[in-house]
């Protein structure tokens, strides 16, 4: 059984943001798997999407009912062998699975910050993944693996450091978020900030607006399905009931379900981590530092790409992926496309395990044979 | 009896031919490149700097086991990301009779390639005609086991109506190179009759 342990990184250095705010005594809590080859090649960073955090595979005991959130990809012999590669995943900042975040104590006052924390970008995400890569003593990563915010998070990582990463694999994901995707993403957030516990952010930990945030993880969930996948999986079943019971209170299987994920979602999310988190991809675009030319964005790329899309991923739809393909190609990067056939909308990218792995498996694979020869 | 005169093409003499065309260090583009193998084989032998494109999922998984960078299209796909000459070579090997507008993607390979190598089997050969003649039905065979109605094929064409189709598109042909089997002389003298499949090397005319 692969087992891992969190370590904590403190930044020496203030960290400078997109915003213009610096953040003090940063803290980026990570997750390591595998062992750095002498050379240093074998390393690769996976990036977490939205709610996701460092604890990417394995378990902390023996005991633990669950492994990382990854852990049908990587581990021992697994599609991202950690026997082969040294796999490293930090908590993004902004975060509330250990790295500095809204929730976190702003030196300066000796308070959280809550709602005084810097508004955050993707790019500032990376700034804080490349100090502590550079604190691991690794030059340059084999690969940057993301799925969602994390292929964001993977795409920066070529355009700010290119010569820092041989191979980029971004799934599902999309060069900036469309006016569809910043409208989901403001409805979550006015029903936190809409919740009486929330308080301006100052909510007390036994007063959290637990309301606002399930109905965040609610309507951002059925997002990450579809309908041919919802259809099968609820249809129009009821949940404890042979009839109607013509009341408001849940009657349907797919009701009862959201309600078990929005549960879930609060025992284990911040409130604030998620407005700051969600407001982060909101500003991300790609093309809009090259006045609206996505392709003129990429230009400083130098690593090989892997893009992968799903075929019922509605949130981030195979369009965009391949406006990400033809970007690159413009810039004649090595770059591999491909949509893979899927039911499971935007939550495919967790779930077609064995079709993404054996691309991703096999691409680093061949990467790694082209920088050893 | 068509059947025995596509078994060489089954080793696909036609990829043979196009190998030799490419230099060391060309880029080459590959429209329906399948698995990859060929295009492997550029790179590895060849030197060239490839690019495959392919619809089947299957197809590009082993792509990427080949080491192969490839990107998902239907071919019939605008290359609008590749600027004019941006290919020394773009391939479309036995692809063109799949695509439902051959004429537009010839006009595309030519502008985004400084050449292109096109082949195909042609229908005009003496056994297809004699098929028709004698059956009064389609041609069949094992390498094209398809019956009319639910074939990919769905464009056939002879060399002649190639070249025709070249003059009208202000295509050159620099080169044909057909493939034969029994009778290396009747096929030079008449491709059209006696050819299985033919190699063309075109360019736009300048």
Redesign the interface.
């Known amino acids: 059984m692969l087992l891992v342990e969190p370590k904590n990184f403190q930044l020496q250095e203030p960290l400078e943001l997109d915003c213009g705010r610096v953040l003090k005594q940063v803290n980026i809590r990570y997750e390591t798997a595998g062992t750095l080859a002498p050379d240093k090649s074998n390393a690769i960073l996976i990036e977490h999407a939205l709610s996701g955090d460092a604890h990417v595979c394995g378990r902390y005991a023996e005991s633990d009912p669950k492994p990382g959130w990854w852990d049908e990809m990587i581990g021992p012999g697994k599609y991202i062998d950690t026997d082969k590669y040294f796999v490293i995943c930090s908590n993004v900042i902004g975060g509330c699975s250990g790295s500095t975040g809204p929730r976190s104590v702003d030196p300066d006052t000796g308070n959280p910050y809550n709602m005084d924390f810097p508004v955050i970008t993707i790019r500032d995400m990376v700034r804080a993944q490349k100090r502590l890569i550079d604190h691991l003593g690794i030059n340059k990563l084999l690969s940057v693996i993301g799925g969602s915010m994390g292929g964001m998070q993977a795409m920066e990582w070529a355009i700010n450091y290119p010569e820092s990463v041989d191979c980029i694999i971004p799934i599902a994901t999309t060069s900036q978020l469309t006016s569809q995707n910043i409208a989901f993403d403001w409805v979550g957030r006015e029903a936190i900030q809409g919740d009486p516990n929330w308080n301006k952010g100052n909510y007390s930990a036994d007063h959290i607006p637990q309301k606002g945030l399930a109905t965040a993880r609610m309507l951002a969930h059925i997002t990450y399905l579809s309908d041919e996948s919802m259809s099968r999986k609820f249809g129009r079943e009821l949940q404890d009931a042979d009839s109607y019971r013509f009341a408001f209170n849940r009657d349907f299987a797919v009701e009862s379900y959201l309600e078990y994920q929005g549960r879930r979602f609060v025992e284990r999310f911040d409130a604030n981590s998620y407005c700051y988190i969600t407001r982060a991809t909101d500003y991300f675009d790609l093309a809009s530092r090259c006045g609206g030319d996505l392709a003129k964005a990429f230009e400083p790329v130098k690593s090989?790409f892997?893009v992968v899309s799903f075929s019922s991923d509605w949130l981030f739809p195979t369009e965009e992926s391949i406006k990400i393909?033809?970007?690159l190609?413009?810039n004649?990067v090595?770059?591999?496309?491909?949509?893979?056939?899927s039911s499971y909308g935007h939550d495919a990218f967790l779930l077609e395990v064995e079709?993404l792995g054996?691309?991703i498996r096999?691409?680093l694979r061949?990467r790694q044979?082209?920088n050893n020869d | 009896m068509i059947e025995q005169l596509y078994v060489d093409l089954d080793l696909r003499p036609d990829l043979e031919i196009i190998a030799n065309l490419v230099k060391p260090g060309e880029r080459v583009l590959d429209l329906g490149c399948g698995d990859g193998s060929f295009l492997k084989m550029l790179k590895e032998k060849h030197g060239a700097e490839v690019?495959g494109m392919e619809l089947s999922?299957d197809a590009?998984?082993k792509?990427?086991?080949n080491?192969v960078?490839?990107?998902?299209s239907n071919l019939e796909n605008d290359l609008?990301?590749?600027g004019d000459g941006?290919f020394d070579w773009v391939i479309v090997s036995q692809t063109l009779q799949e695509m439902r507008r051959p004429d537009v993607i010839l006009q595309r390979i030519v502008r985004v390639g400084k050449r292109a190598a096109v082949s195909f089997i042609n229908f005009g050969h003496i056994a297809c005609r004699l098929q028709l003649l004698t059956t009064g039905r389609m041609p069949r065979n094992k390498h094209m086991p398809y019956e009319w109605f639910d074939t990919p094929n769905i464009h056939f064409g002879t060399l002649r109506d190639f070249r025709f189709l070249c003059q009208e598109l202000g295509i050159s042909i620099v080169r044909a190179t057909p493939i034969g089997q029994h009778f290396p002389l009747l096929t030079n003298l008449l491709p059209n009759l006696f050819a299985v499949g033919c190699v063309f090397v075109i360019e736009k005319k300048s």
Request: charged share 20%; hydrophobic share 50%.
């Open positions: 090989a892997l393909v033809r970007a190609l413009k004649r090595n770059v591999t496309f491909c949509e893979i056939e079709t054996t691309m096999d691409f061949n044979k082209v | 690019l999922q590009i998984i792509c990427i086991a080491g960078p490839v990107v998902q609008d990301f590749a941006d």
